[in-house]
């Protein structure tokens, strides 16, 4: 099994390659301003765990992750020749609803912040 570091390094590059493949190559418009927020490799290499999040928040989410189930084919096949590994993880996508979170936490912030004035 691959250490905890080498499992995040994996990890990173598939999140980089992804993200290039996005704003380059696919041309899908379910995936218009779609970004890669992370990805998370089990330990034994099988499924990378990928996780998208979108400008227009969780309005798009079910779009978002179709486009991305659609385009796993493509995505996958071209992982493979840009990631060395012997076998290449299967693609999970997920929403990350963290961007819309920590935006509402800011704005509740804020109007704590003009309040105290």
Known sequence: M?????????????????SDMLIKEI??????????TDVRVDRELAY???????????????????????ASGYLRRNLTTRVELRAFPRLRFHWDPTPEN??????????LREEKK
Do not use: W
Request: glycine share 4%; hydrophobic share 40%.
């Open 2 to 18: 691959p250490s905890g570091v080498r499992l995040q390094r994996i990890a990173d590059r598939i999140r980089e390659e992804i």
């Open 27 to 36: 041309n899908d418009p379910r995936l218009y301003q779609v970004y890669v």
């Open 48 to 70: 990378a765990d990928v996780y998208v999040s979108a400008v227009e928040g969780k309005s798009r989410a079910a779009e978002a992750v179709e486009g991305m189930e659609s």
């Open 102 to 111: 920590a935006d509402h936490i800011e704005k509740i912030l804020a109007k």
